[in-house]
């Protein structure tokens, strides 16, 4: 008698964490077919040679499955998928996902967050499947995941569809871990977490037990459920209860004492759970990395400001996981008690009103055609980096053009540049402000673009309705033509702006290391830099990886390979293990990466290379970080004793953090985006800017607050002629607030 029991299910786990290695390991223990999809070399290696495992209190349980990074993946296509990578790689890996997705098959977004929509963007809205998971789990050891006890797991069709074959199917396999559910309001759930998470998210200020610290501060947390609940109760999405935690009894206006029963009953439960702190206090604490959770958020603090609903606390949480990064012994329960006192109230938005953001978005709406024709002008004004004639030729016409567009400047000073475009600082007086900070705002581009010179006459100036295309036009020409712009909107329509600086430079695309000092000197002392460079997908970029460009060389000693191969010192030889030792120095949870461009030595096959050279580019995102590569660079010695090793280069560019400055400013940025009738999100950023160097110098900064397109040094740089006008409208509507402070 045959078995015709159907075969199990295969299933491909990305991202093989806390949640997708827990999912992972019951499904293959179930006897799944499973193929775990991680970018953590280490993780992949450990659990290649002892399988997957998973750690129970003493015990450990190992199962093999199948591992392999992204760049190694050589599998058919992909039926069922599991995503489970931090939120703020959710892009990527559906990227990466798409294109190899079957047409059949479909992406499950299990983990923290709303991802879902991003995940359609990319793979398809009938591709996409909606997840609630609140699975207790940590990765303590490369291929090791401790199980921190028992949690949630519900999977439903998007938008509150009815439950389909293909849930019901994956939602059986998935109760080889536990209680999975099926259900068609798996939103109601993401929102009620959302409201749990962000309690759990303010205990990893503080270094101590969630249950205690839940407990000790109940006007924190209640506080801000409360917040976010509200956001919920806007949307209409109706609340879902798991585990131990009820949201409706600490949305706002909720009965009091049915509240203290509720933290009660939450406490109490956290206290059963192995795992008695956050998987954010381990990513600051344990892993020194970047937290998610400032990720998870986006869309609700968006959600609350389109609503005019406040956030104050969720906001407050926010901020400091974002100072603990890299500096977690700045924990403290202090800033618990400080949200305890918090006000309910939303952060001012500046001395913007709705009357004069609709007057600035109307006027410049009026003028886009005269923008556009301003941009074609300049985007026909070649200006590459490494022909100094053309520059300077485009800075004489920037100037006549500046002049008939804002007219005769306070000031202006140019800074003649031997090997570089010259330097052109302008400075306008203030009118009609009244606010008491008198500080000068500084306005930041540069006039080079990365475009030989000739490309104009196969690729020129081009728009097709909504889209413009051309060389430099999104990197970032339409970005100084937006804050012209703006500052023409205020001065028709009589609107206050602050003293002004603009400086522009003319070799930002080659490192500016003929401008960096003359920036940072015109700046100094401003409260705000614009940095009008291109934006991230709409963001604004409020944090900036340092960039440091290196050569490591290897001398060694020729000698005849085949006559006497044992004569010389390989040069190469010693460079193969050296380049085997840098890859080890990259982690991309920390946020940096070390990539090996180019490599060249020897000189004859038949010659022991004498010697032997690599070419570096390191990016990082924290001081801690560069402090780590520039002593693990002064720290390299050679393999082979004969061999001689140095490094050349320095930090190009220094890191650009996101401080309380910049984090203030930006907020008033998303509240004047608010009343222009858009929500405006913001993002780190591996690229470095000019804003690096002036954030190093103290200088608060807002980068990307140009060009809103794509493509930058690629044959498809766009930008947007309505992305022009919300952009211009955002700068000038910044300035008229900072006018009133």
């Given at each position: 008698m045959s078995d015709t029991s159907p075969e199990p299910a295969a299933c491909t786990v990305v991202g093989a964490g806390a949640i997708g290695g827990?999912?992972?390991?019951?499904?293959?223990?179930?006897?799944?077919?499973?193929?775990v999809v991680d970018t953590d070399r280490a993780h992949v290696d450990a659990i290649r040679k002892h399988g997957l495992v998973v750690a129970r209190g003493e015990?450990?349980?190992?199962?093999?499955?199948?591992?392999?990074?992204?760049?190694?993946?050589?599998g058919g296509p992909l039926e069922r998928v599991l995503l489970a990578v931090k939120a703020q790689a959710t892009r990527s890996a559906a990227e990466w996902i798409a294109p190899r997705l079957a047409p059949n098959g479909y992406v499950v977004s299990v983990q923290n967050g709303f991802n879902e929509d991003q995940i359609a963007q990319l793979v398809g809205a009938e591709r996409t499947v909606a997840a609630f998971v609140n699975i207790f789990a940590d990765v303590i050891e490369p291929g090791v995941v401790q199980d921190g006890g028992a949690g949630a797991l519900v999977i439903g069709e998007p938008g509150g569809a009815p439950?389909?074959?293909?849930?019901?199917?994956?939602?059986?396999?998935?109760?080889s871990w536990g209680p999975a559910a099926a259900d068609d309001n798996v939103e109601g759930y993401l929102w009620a977490k959302a409201g749990f998470g962000a309690m759990l998210a303010a205990?990893?200020?503080?270094?101590?037990p969630m249950a205690d610290l839940i407990d000790r501060h109940r006007p924190a947390m209640a506080g801000l459920a409360a917040e976010i609940f509200a956001v919920a109760e806007q949307l209409g999405v109706k609340l879902e209860a798991f585990d131990a935690f009820d949201p409706h009894p600490f949305r706002s206006g909720a009965d009091v004492v049915a509240r203290d029963a509720a933290f009660d009953r939450l406490t109490a439960w956290l206290r059963t759970q192995s795992k008695d702190r956050s998987g954010i206090w381990r990513d600051l604490a344990v892993r020194h990395r970047p937290v998610e959770v400032t990720t998870h958020y986006a869309d609700v603090i968006a959600q609350a400001a389109h609503a005019g609903l406040p956030t104050t606390r969720l906001r407050s949480v926010l901020d400091g996981l974002r100072e603990l990064e890299g500096a977690p012994h700045k924990m403290s329960e202090t800033r618990i008690d400080a949200l305890d006192a918090a006000?309910?109230?939303?952060?001012?938005?500046?001395?913007?009103t709705r009357g004069q953001a609709t007057d600035l978005q109307?006027?410049?709406?009026?003028?886009?055609?005269?923008?556009v024709a301003d941009l074609s002008a300049y985007t026909s004004q070649g200006s590459a980096s490494d022909d100094l004639e053309a520059l300077d030729s485009c800075l004489a016409w920037l100037r006549d053009w500046l002049d008939r567009r804002l007219g005769d400047p306070e000031e202006e000073e140019i800074l003649p540049r031997a090997d570089a475009g010259d330097i052109l600082v302008r400075r306008y007086a203030a009118r009609g402000a009244t606010g008491a900070d008198t500080r000068t705002v500084t306005l930041v581009g540069?006039?080079?673009?990365?475009?030989?010179?000739?490309?104009?006459?196969?690729?020129?100036f081009h728009r097709n309705g909504d889209r413009i295309t051309g060389p430099g036009v999104f990197d970032m020409k339409a970005g100084l033509v937006q804050a012209v712009w703006a500052l023409r909107a205020l001065d028709e329509l009589d609107l206050p702006r602050p003293p002004l600086t603009l400086v522009l430079n003319g070799d930002e695309e080659t490192g500016s290391r003929s401008s960096s000092e003359a920036i940072v000197e015109a700046a100094s002392g401003s409260r705000l830099a614009m940095v009008f460079e291109a934006a991230a997908d709409g963001?604004?970029?409020t944090a900036r990886k340092g960039v440091g460009l290196f050569t490591l060389t290897v001398t060694g000693t020729e000698a005849h390979a085949g006559l006497d191969p044992t004569a010389g010192a390989s040069a190469v030889d010693e460079l193969a293990h050296q380049v085997l030792n840098l890859t080890r120095l990259r982690d991309h949870q920390a946020g940096t990466s070390l990539n090996i461009g180019v490599v060249e030595g020897g000189t004859r096959s038949n010659v022991t290379a004498g010697r032997a050279r690599a070419h570096l580019d390191v990016r990082v995102a924290s001081d801690t970080e560069q402090q780590r590569i520039t002593r693990a660079l002064a720290e390299l010695r050679p393999v082979d004793a004969r061999t001689h090793l140095e490094v050349a280069g320095d930090w190009n560019r220094p890191v650009f953090e996101r401080t309380e400055h910049v984090a203030t400013l930006a907020h008033l940025a998303k509240e004047c985006a608010r009343l222009l009738g858009h929500d405006l999100a913001e993002a780190s950023v591996g690229g470095a800017s000019d804003g690096n160097f002036l954030a190093a110098a103290g200088v608060p900064v807002l980068d990307g607050v140009g060009a809103v397109g794509s493509g930058a040094h690629a044959r498809s740089e766009n930008t947007s002629v309505s992305g022009m006008v919300e952009r211009s409208a955002l700068a000038a509507g910044v300035l008229v607030a900072l006018a009133g402070q």
């Open positions: 827990t999912l992972a390991h019951a499904l293959a223990s179930a006897g799944h077919p499973v193929t015990s450990r349980t190992s199962i093999p499955v199948t591992a392999t990074t992204p760049d190694e993946y050589d439950v389909s074959d293909r849930v019901r199917d994956l939602v059986t396999d998935l109760q205990t990893a200020l503080a270094d101590a006000p309910q109230q939303a952060a001012p938005a500046g001395a913007l109307s006027w410049l709406d009026e003028h886009r055609d005269d923008m540069h006039y080079d673009t990365v475009w030989p010179t000739g490309t104009l006459e196969t690729w020129p963001a604004i970029k």
